[in-house]
């Protein structure tokens, strides 16, 4: 893969998890699903994330996940990450 391939995947990936950022956020019993589940299992909660990435056809990893939801700028999802951190 070159270097350029390797950036373009790297894009998409992370157009992937903000599209699906974005679903989710507009969803707010998902949301809240999610949320009330990342504080019991917070593995769990990333791993229901990949999966509804999948099931949307933006397949995401866990670590790109977590880097694009480090990279955001809202309180509620700095609270989540912050009662999630043990998972994450």
């Known amino acids: 893969m070159t270097s350029n391939a390797t950036d373009n995947a790297t894009d998409n990936a992370a157009d ?12 707010v019993e998902l949301t809240q699903s999610l949320f009330r589940q990342a504080l019991q299992d917070p593995s769990g909660a990333l791993r ?10 933006l397949p995401v990893s866990p ?5 694009h939801l480090a990279g955001l700028d809202d309180g509620a999802t700095k609270q989540w ?5 043990g998972g994450l």
């Not at 229901?48 to 056809?57: D, F, K, M, T």
Request: net charge negative.
């Open 16 to 27: 992937n998890a903000a599209e699906l950022y974005g679903r989710i956020s507009n969803d």
């Open 48 to 57: 229901r994330i990949v999966a509804l990435g999948e099931q949307e056809g």
């Open 63 to 67: 670590e790109e996940v977590k880097a």
């Open 81 to 85: 990450l912050i009662k999630a951190r």
